[in-house]
């Protein structure tokens, strides 16, 4: 493993400005867990590993073929070095500069841009922040006075090269003398880290941390000579386990296992909310272990497109972060695929079109909703938090795919007019069966929040007749009901829809209404007043026959674009206007009553036009429809000022 460089002047090139700033974190940050410099570098070291075994499933002209595949650690405590040697796929000059003198992408500066908040919000640098950016490697720079990179290419005709920095602001680049493929990483530990030197603790970081890699890690060590020989005795043992989880039976692992290859899998270090292996024959062949992250920020910081599982063929790692596997409206779900059967072309970047896919994914879609409905069945207190943290993406399915409405229905939960406050959620399943005999409809509401909600005209007639409404919060449920028209033949219906068909009992349950103090005269009067402030913005305007309290409020034609699509247009912003709705009023309300009385004593009271705005205005606000309500403040000073007059 020793490398004799060639005799040639080494090029000195400078890192550019915002690596010298991500190593100038990376060195002098309080980082509290050091030791994941180890996990990164052999996290490189496994990628090319895969990438040559890849590589020679499709090229015979490999440098090495028999070489093992393999990763070896040798540490020298005396001299405080650490030796990371692999026979990966190795790297040519221009790959070496590109891969460790820049960072690809945006990632060192939404690395810096990261640490810059975390700085003001006085935390330090996270355990699962490394690695997210592309910035792995020069997390050795924590415990490295000195690194130098030699590696030579697969391709036969390739030079090797040393790579060499101090992480002071520069790096040089030479030729090398290296006969064998792959990568050796020679560290020159700093004092405080030389206990990255000693194999006990090389051995503990690989137990915590790369326990699951897919190849050999084997650590030398050196034995006392036996009885009657002469000098000391070096080993390699083996020092992980190497062991493909998902090949194996599920009676197999225990749930330490599972919750160590997540960790060691995601950088999660919380518990999975839910886990999934399994395994089928036909039509295809394949494993699959999934998992539901422990919260949706976990990887506060990777990329929109970071996600998708990883896909293997016969343990051969094909691709990360595949996306067609799963819907994209799973893509939270983490875990792996392996397959004896699926088809690939020369290219590691690409997997054939085959239904062989589609086969996969409607095994696994079908599977994650069966124990997703386990979860919310069996232990409910873990599925609340599931669906505080992924909900919205079982409604985006709703909204998007067809087929998520019969799979994930049962899955969705609401706060209704019976929930004590917005966590108390009820799912469609629960609804339906306290409904009552004569209830044909599910009774929702639209708006922003509970308790916007909870006091909304719409509701008074429900909660006086004991009828439960789910109340629809999430700007989400909108795009959601396009496709949820209905449960189990039951239709969803909107409270503010006019031709509901309400339980008969109800209809005719009616309490004496209170005695009336408008006279028929009066209320057309009023009546007809209002439709002439109004105008064309309402469709009509009549008396209502559900409000027991409040003064008014607007309901939804008939033959009308539905609420639900209304709301879409609001939040997508496409040409939207103010839909024209039907003005309901109560003529036993006291400010109805009110207005009705100023109107008779004098028809040209110029409050009367004034209080009929800011009424319909109200409602406006109330439904969510209003698309400025800034400029009711004129308006409302008006009437202040009548007020203040006594």
Not at 578 to 604: G, M
Not at 626 to 640: D, F, Q, S
Request: charged share 30%; aromatic share 8%; hydrophobic share 40%.
């Amino acid at each position: 493993m020793t490398e004799t460089v060639k005799e040639a002047e080494p090029k000195q090139i400078e890192f550019k400005a915002e690596i010298r700033q991500l190593l100038d974190i990376l060195i002098h940050s309080l980082y509290s867990n050091q030791e994941i410099f180890l996990r990164e570098l052999l996290s490189n070291a496994s990628d090319a590993l895969n990438r040559i075994k890849f590589e020679m499933l499709t090229n015979r002209d490999v440098l090495n073929p028999d070489a093992e595949l393999a990763i070896w650690l040798e540490a020298d405590e005396d001299n405080r070095t650490l030796t990371i040697h692999d026979t990966g796929i190795g790297m040519a000059e221009d790959e070496i500069v590109g891969g460790l003198g820049t960072i690809a992408h945006s990632g060192a500066k939404e690395f810096l841009k990261a640490m810059e908040e975390a700085g003001k919000k006085g935390q330090g640098v996270t355990t699962d922040v490394i690695g997210q950016f592309g910035v792995g490697f020069y997390s050795v720079f924590m415990v490295a006075e000195e690194v130098k990179v030699t590696s030579r290419s697969f391709r036969p005709d390739a030079q090797a090269v040393t790579w060499t920095s101090t992480g002071q602001g520069a790096y040089s680049v030479t030729p090398a003398e290296k006969t064998d493929r792959g990568t050796v990483i020679e560290i020159k530990l700093k004092e405080e880290a030389k206990e990255y030197a000693r194999n006990y603790r090389l051995r503990q970081v690989v137990k915590a941390h790369s326990d699951f890699v897919a190849f050999p890690i084997y650590l030398k060590e050196e034995k006392p000579p036996a009885e009657g020989e002469t000098g000391k005795k070096i080993e390699w043992p083996q020092i992980n386990e190497q062991t493909a989880i998902w090949r194996q039976s599920a009676r197999e692992v225990d749930a330490e296992k599972y919750k160590s290859f997540y960790q060691q899998f995601t950088f999660d270090f919380g518990d999975p909310l839910l886990r999934v292996h399994t395994s089928a024959d036909a039509p295809v062949q394949f494993y699959a272990l999934l998992f539901v992250p422990s919260k949706k920020d976990y990887r506060l910081f990777g990329g929109k497109d970071d996600y998708g599982l990883k896909l293997y063929a016969r343990k051969v790692l094909i691709k990360e972060n595949f996306k067609d596997l799963l819907p994209n409206y799973l893509r939270f779900i983490e875990g792996v695929v392996d397959s004896e059967d699926i088809p690939l072309n020369v290219s590691r970047e690409m997997v054939q079109a085959t239904p062989l896919l589609e086969k996969i994914k409607g095994t696994l879609v079908r599977r994650l909703a069966t124990e997703l409905g386990n979860l919310a069945d069996e232990e409910p207190d873990k599925y609340r938090t599931f669906w505080r943290e992924f909900g919205p993406f079982i409604k985006e399915g709703i909204a998007t795919d067809p087929d998520a409405k019969s799979r994930f229905m049962d899955l969705l939960r609401f706060p209704s007019s019976s929930s004590e406050n917005a966590d108390d959620l009820v799912s469609l399943k629960q609804y339906a069966d306290r409904m009552k005999p004569d209830q044909n409809e599910i009774y929702y509401i639209l708006g922003d929040d509970f308790k916007v909600l909870s006091r909304s005209p719409h509701l008074e007639y429900f909660r006086k007749h004991n009828l439960e409404v789910l109340y629809l919060t999430d700007p989400l449920d909108s795009f959601m009901l396009i496709n949820l028209a209905d449960y189990n033949g039951k239709p969803l219906k909107n409270v503010d829809d006019a031709g509901l068909d309400l339980p008969e009992a109800d209809k005719t349950d009616e309490e004496t209404p209170a005695e009336e103090t408008i006279s028929s005269d009066d209320f057309e009067k009023l009546v007809a007043r209002f439709k002439s402030v109004l105008g064309e913005r309402v469709e009509s305007v009549r008396e209502s026959k559900l409000l027991t309290d409040s003064p008014a409020r607007l309901v939804n034609p008939a033959d009308a674009m539905n609420a639900s699509m209304q709301r879409v247009q609001r939040l997508l912003g496409k040409d939207y206007q103010v839909p024209k709705k039907i003005l309901e009023i109560n003529r036993h309300n006291a400010l109805i009553q009110n207005l009705a009385e100023r109107l008779a004593v004098n028809d040209s009271d110029p409050l009367v036009d004034v209080l009929i705005e800011q009424l319909y205005a109200n409602e406006l606000v109330t439904e969510g429809l209003h698309p400025n309500p800034a400029e009711m403040v004129t308006r409302i000073y008006e009437l202040m000022q009548a007020a203040s007059k006594g």
